[in-house]
């Protein structure tokens, strides 16, 4: 990628890529690897990279999962740098992920803390009322697939690396099922008046 922009400059790639063919997205990965892998790890704006290799791993194989979906593919015109175009589909991934880092609260207990504030009959109540409301909802998931993330994720706080692994599906697979069960989840919470 010295000397041009792979995707801009052949047509034949571009193409190819766009029509998903496989040598075409192989290419892809391997030209634009070294731009994808220097955004995660040097970071943009007030975002300074990802440390954890493990992270770093995940966002790359995101940005290029995202990058590689259809809609995306056919979004590219062919007269810009794709450079810009990776760069950022990778900062919005980036972002996504930065926003999902918080998990929900356990429905098992949380850790105890050093110094414990004397909880109120009424907090003790709503807390009593939350998991009751959180245990409702995992019977809402009839999905095999869906209710084992949702034990491993949620409630015993597996990677997302481990879970594809004890499944037999990708990360992406897995990634994209917790999003689907974060919303679904949040959407049951508020319909029952939790935050």
């Known amino acids: 990628m010295t000397d041009g922009d792979l995707l801009r400059d052949d047509a034949r790639t571009r193409e190819a890529f766009k029509r998903g063919d496989r040598w075409a997205l192989t290419e892809v990965y391997r030209v634009y690897y070294p731009l994808v ?8 704006g007030g ?15 995101s940005i290029f999962a995202a990058a590689f979906e259809q809609k995306a593919r056919l979004r590219y015109n062919g007269l810009d740098p794709y450079t ?23 429905t098992d207990g949380q850790p105890e803390l050093e110094h414990k504030e004397v ?3 009424e907090a003790q109540f ?3 009322e939350a998991i009751q409301v959180v245990r409702a909802f995992r ?3 009839q999905e095999p697939v869906q209710r084992q993330i949702l034990a491993s994720y949620f409630v015993d706080g597996d990677a997302e690396e481990t879970i594809a692994k004890d499944l037999g599906i990708t990360r992406y697979k897995v990634r994209k099922t917790i999003s689907l069960l974060d ?13």
């Open 37 to 44: 892998t220097t955004v995660v790890t040097r970071g943009f």
């Open 47 to 61: 975002f300074r990279g990802f440390f954890n290799p493990a992270d770093r791993d995940d966002a790359i194989q």
């Open 84 to 106: 810009a175009f990776l760069r950022g589909i990778a900062q919005n991934v980036v972002r996504r992920m930065l926003e999902r880092r918080t998990k929900f609260m356990r």
């Open 119 to 121: 909880e109120t009959a």
């Open 126 to 128: 709503l807390d009593a």
């Open 139 to 141: 019977e809402t998931i």
């Open 183 to 195: 919303r679904r989840m949040r959407r049951y919470l508020k319909q029952h008046g939790l935050p």
